[in-house]
């Protein structure tokens, strides 16, 4: 049940990881020297950023479009410039982050265009890897998957929408792992990242209907696994495009602006008499 602990609270999550790089890093620091102590502690210190940045980026607490502070990120965790830009060239190549010449890294954006390739690709894309998945998980994979939506069911009985969307996406990564292709799984995981931000919609109560497509999500997760179980790879196809469709309609609430809280016919910025 490792995962229902690491996604219950993602703040848990993330200091909890932490602990556990530091941990490791610790359990092998006595028998090195001190050179090779400096690049331990680096190592656990990127590991900690990179750690900060995913999970701040995919629960939109770093917006989409942000410019990321190398000064302010450089003191918090002790890194200088090379280390630092290390973990932004990572963290672009898996998508996270956009790197211009001359200019600040910057979390990567959602603008019409990328929102229109998303909701194009994510269907087919989906459909595939829960396919495969089918055809190729290890028990221990089923396993993981099982812990996954166990966390998820917390999640959505306690959790906040941040708690949810992280085990929904702890959920489909391992569906991607089942999956074992390579060319598939990077553009999977690129998916991911904007699937999990989108969520972060999906997962906060909106309308009336949110607690139904929640328990509806939740369904659709547990016939997943038994039609991966079952190596019915068919089933798992179809399921992945219901799945879609449960959640296609959230674009329209992460791209449209809330409405302004005014009276008709009153400017903005309009002060009283």
């Known amino acids: 049940m490792v995962y229902a602990a690491r996604f219950f609270y993602v703040y848990k999550l993330y200091f909890s990881r932490i602990l556990i790089v530091r941990s490791n890093s610790a359990a092998i620091r006595a028998g090195l020297g ?4 400096m690049k331990d502690d680096a190592k656990s210190r990127k590991a900690e950023l990179m750690e900060h940045l995913k999970v701040s980026i995919l629960t939109l607490r770093m917006q989409p479009g942000a410019d990321l502070d190398e000064a302010d990120l450089s003191d918090a965790f002790g890194l200088s410039r090379t280390p630092l830009r290390e973990v932004f060239r990572q963290l672009a190549g898996e998508g ?3 790197l211009r010449t001359n200019r600040s890294a910057r979390v990567s954006e959602m603008s019409y265009t990328t929102l229109r390739d998303f909701f194009l690709a994510a269907p087919m894309v989906y459909g595939a890897i829960l396919r495969l998945a089918a055809l190729n998980a290890t028990p221990a994979q089923i396993g993981d998957l099982k812990d996954a939506q166990q966390a998820f069911k ?5 959790g906040s929408a941040e708690d949810r969307s992280l085990a929904n ?5 391992v569906t991607g792992e089942m999956s074992g292709n390579v ?3 990077p553009s999977f995981n690129r998916l991911l990242i904007d699937h999990a931000r989108i969520g972060m919609t999906f997962y906060r109560p909106q309308t ?3 607690p139904d497509n929640l328990s509806e ?6 016939a997943i696994i038994a039609a991966i179980e079952a190596r019915d790879d068919a ?3 179809q399921l992945a495009e219901d799945h879609w469709n449960l959640s296609r309609d959230q674009i329209e609430l992460f791209v449209m602006p809330d409405a302004l809280d005014v009276p008709m016919g009153v400017p903005p910025l309009s002060k009283p008499a």
């Open 208 to 210: 009336a209907k949110t």
């Open 169 to 173: 996406n702890r959920f489909h990564e």
């Open 235 to 237: 089933a798992a196809a």
């Open 96 to 98: 996270y982050l956009d």
């Open 34 to 37: 001190k050179g090779d102590r």
């Open 183 to 185: 060319y598939l799984l």
């Open 217 to 222: 999500a939740s369904r659709q997760h547990d």
């Open 154 to 158: 917390t999640a959505l009985r306690s």
